[in-house]
């Protein structure tokens, strides 16, 4: 019980405890992965049905269709995500007061981040060697990064913006640029469809730390947001005949 209300009383010290336990814990679940695939058959050349399907993508496309496919996954990058949301995020703490959704928004692209590299760097996979590679890519193959900010990042700010403004259409556009941004991957030729699937893997647990860290700041928010819808009115002043039959009542 002590650990409880000491938890509670320190919001930001728990979310920031939670989110290192938390990447770790993450961490562990892509290297756990990682290790099931290797053992799974000849992972750095890519697994037998992994290169089968690849090999039956059809990239006979409109010219409309693979100009999508090389330009928006530009738009779901660790990279290019990052300058965005610090200046978003630096806008909600200084500006609107709310810090505790410019750390949670902070942390989560900046654990994304982190995981990808640190996976890559580790396995080393190589990209799939099928054609040439086209559009965004650096580092090695496993995880996806694009996987794990589609996941984690774009459903992060989908999830606060139907918490603070009731809008459901976050939601179809976080899981629509998901999708295309996770078959252009595979379009492009410069992923292994587990690679894709370790970063979808990642992205969640990613994303179930995070909503576990911050959750005492939502919790304050509703019990705020009810006491508020519970106040009651201000007393107004009654003017003319009526407060005139109010005195002589």
């Not at 996806?144 to 459901?168: D, N």
């Amino acid at each position: 019980m002590v650990i409880t209300v000491r938890s509670a009383s320190h919001p930001w010290q728990r979310a920031i405890v939670i989110s290192l336990i938390g990447f770790i814990l993450t961490g562990a679940v892509g290297v756990a992965f990682a290790w099931f695939l290797q053992v799974s058959g000849d992972w750095r050349a890519g697994l037998p049905w992994e290169r089968a399907l690849l090999l039956r993508i059809d990239r006979s496309v409109p010219p409309v269709i693979d100009w999508v496919m090389l330009g928006l996954p530009w738009l779901g990058t660790n990279l290019s995500l990052l300058p965005i949301l610090a200046a978003f995020s630096l806008w909600l703490w200084r500006r609107k007061g709310r810090g505790e959704l410019a750390l949670q928004l902070m942390v989560t692209i900046l654990g994304s981040l982190l995981l990808n590299a640190a996976l890559k760097a580790l396995f080393d996979r190589p990209r799939p060697e099928l054609w040439p590679h086209r559009g965004q890519y650096q580092w090695a193959a496993y995880p996806s990064g694009h996987a794990i900010v589609g996941v984690a990042v774009f459903f992060t700010i989908a999830l606060m913006l139907h918490r603070e403004r009731g809008w459901l259409w976050p939601y179809f556009v976080a899981a629509g640029m998901l999708a295309v941004n996770l078959y252009s991957r595979l379009y492009l030729g410069v992923h292994w469809p587990t690679d894709v699937l370790g970063g979808l893997l990642l992205g969640v647990v990613w994303l179930a730390v995070m909503l576990y860290a911050f959750r005492p700041f939502r919790v304050a928010a509703r019990e705020r947001a009810h006491d508020d819808g519970r106040a009651e009115p201000t007393p107004v002043a009654v003017s003319g005949r009526s407060s005139v039959e109010g005195a002589g009542a």
